[in-house]
T-cell receptor
Framework: AQTVTQSQPEMSVQEAETVTLSCTYD???????LFWYKQPPSRQMILVIR??????QNATENRFSVNFQKAAKSFSLKISDSQLGDAAMYFC???????????FGIGTKLQVIP | SQTIHQWPATLVQPVGSPLSLECTVE??????LYWYRQAAGRGLQLLFY??????ISSEVPQNLSASRPQDRQFILSSKKLLLSDSGFYLC?????????FGSGTRLTVV
């Protein structure tokens, strides 16, 4: 079974600064995907970024980037130039298998301080 | 475009009453569909998933059931709700690009 661990229940960052959210996972699969989802107060789950395990290059989406360390099974999210709208719960997630069942971490609550 | 609809948004039900939450998707065929529950301050727990009509897999034993009567329709049900069924329920469908979630249903069992 796959597990996803987010060891930071809460994080805070000053507006315009950079913050890194941590995530580790455990799997015996060789082909899988990793995701970061954002859940603002509206509770809508929004895909922030995805990473294919077979790609060595770290994924980036505007101000969001990941540091994917496959051997260490680590998948951290870096948010640059943090904005007030980035305040939310962030979930790390893992997917493998034919039906793409996704396992989520318990989330990290990010606070952005003006 | 591909969209997912989930309703109702909010529901307050007494203990022992039945439940039916509906989820439909548009713009895709033969999607993999999922029901997740998010308890207060917790992560997402996978309840059911379906890879096709009439095909339901349950991840955890519980008071709930799921059905998929049509390709793009996924229903979460209960015959008799328990207090512990309260939570935020999310429907989702998946592609290799990730999950797309519905807007969720906040269920309060009183």
């Amino acid at each position: 079974a796959q597990t996803v661990t987010q060891s930071q229940p809460e994080m805070s960052v000053q507006e315009a600064e950079t913050v890194t959210l941590s995530c580790t996972y455990d799997t015996s699969e060789s082909d899988y995907y990793l995701f970061w989802y954002k859940q603002p107060p509206s509770r809508q789950m929004i895909l922030v970024i995805r990473q294919e395990a077979y790609k060595q290059q770290n994924a980036t989406e505007n101000r969001f980037s990941v540091n994917f360390q496959k051997a260490a099974k680590s998948f951290s999210l870096k948010i640059s130039d943090s904005q007030l709208g980035d305040a939310a719960m962030y979930f790390c997630a893992f997917a493998a298998g034919g039906y793409q069942k996704v396992t989520f971490g318990i989330g990290t609550k990010l606070q952005v301080i003006p | 475009s591909q969209t997912i609809h989930q309703w109702p948004a909010t529901l307050v039900q007494p203990v022992g009453s039945p439940l039916s939450l509906e989820c439909t998707v548009e713009g895709t065929s033969n999607p993999n569909l999922y029901w997740y529950r998010q308890a207060a301050g917790r992560g997402l727990q996978l309840l059911f998933y379906s890879v096709g009509i009439g095909q339901i897999s349950s991840e955890v034993p519980q008071n709930l059931s799921a059905s998929r009567p049509q390709d793009r329709q996924f229903i979460l049900s209960s015959k008799k709700l328990l207090l512990s069924d309260s939570g935020f329920y999310l429907c989702a469908w998946s592609t290799v690009y990730g999950y797309t979630f519905g807007s969720g249903t906040r269920l309060t069992v009183v």
